[in-house]
């Protein structure tokens, strides 16, 4: 059974700087293709940044380009969102998730499994 644990989440001020992590158990991150969503309040799920299954190939939403880095650790199982110069609109619950596929996929109906999310708040 695949488990996403999400953590890192906080209150931050404009400018500043958060590192994500995602724990996964179940299962190995060299082997799957993973991302990170983000959710605001009255707003759809949307992509924020992806690796694909061989962790070559990176993708990331245009709005996050630039100051959102993804990465991961094989040895540790974990998935990182490193976000720099944030804004007050990056506000958002955070979720990472897993697919089975191979490539890079910005729809959330790609994956199969989801963590529980941790909330960023950016203050102005």
């Known amino acids: 059974q695949v488990q996403l644990v999400e953590s890192g989440g906080r209150l931050v001020q404009a400018g500043g700087s958060l590192r994500l992590s995602c724990a996964a158990s179940?299962?190995?991150?060299?082997?799957?293709?993973m991302a990170w969503f983000r959710q605001a309040p009255g707003k759809e799920r949307e992509f924020v940044a992806a690796?694909?299954?061989?962790?070559?190939?990176?993708g990331a939403a245009d709005s996050v380009k630039g100051r959102f880095t993804i990465s991961r650790d094989n040895a540790k199982n974990t998935l990182y969102l490193q976000m720099n110069s944030l804004k007050p609109e990056d506000t958002a619950v955070y979720y990472c998730?897993?697919?089975?596929?191979?490539?890079?996929?910005?729809?959330?109906?790609?994956?199969?499994?989801w963590g529980q999310g941790t909330q960023v708040t950016v203050s102005s």
């Open positions: 998730a897993e697919t089975l596929k191979t490539y890079i996929y910005r729809s959330r109906i790609d994956y199969d499994y």
């Open positions: 179940g299962g190995t991150t060299s082997s799957v293709a």
């Open positions: 690796f694909s299954r061989s962790g070559i190939t990176t």
